[in-house]
């Protein structure tokens, strides 16, 4: 069974820094590309960045230069560094995994995702 559980959301001030962190499980996440997403309250749901099988990285313009991912096959892991964090990243952040080559601005191809975690900024 898939299984993607986040980690590291939190309330922190604007200007300061989150990690956050998602484990899998179930399956090979080399196999996948793999991508963070964010919905606001009120708002649909958006691709934040992504790393397709080969490691190329994408990410939203509004994220651009302040967030990094990356991945750790080894470890199962995908990850999203987040500096100089605004009120506008205020958002439930989920990881998901879809089709190869693929990235965050193709939602429809993420078919497993994780239940989320929240990052507030004030």
């Known amino acids: 069974q898939v299984q993607l559980v986040e980690s590291g959301g939190g309330s922190v001030q604007a200007g300061e820094s989150l990690r956050l962190s998602c484990e899998a499980s179930?399956?090979?996440?080399?196999?996948?590309?793999m991508g963070w997403f964010r919905q606001a309250p009120g708002k649909e749901r958006e691709g934040v960045a992504s790393?397709?099988?080969?490691?190329?990285?994408g990410y939203a313009s509004s994220v651009k230069g302040r967030f990094t991912v990356s991945r750790d096959n080894a470890r199962q892991t995908l990850n999203l560094q987040m500096n100089g964090l605004n009120s506008d990243d205020t958002a439930m952040y989920y990881c998901?995994?879809?089709?190869?080559?693929?990235?965050?601005?193709?939602?429809?191809?993420?078919?497993?995702w994780g239940q989320g975690t929240q990052v507030t900024v004030s």
């Open positions: 998901a995994a879809g089709a190869f080559y693929t990235d965050y601005q193709h939602l429809s191809d993420f078919k497993y």
């Open positions: 179930g399956y090979l996440i080399s196999r996948y590309s």
């Open positions: 790393i397709d099988g080969d490691g190329h990285t």
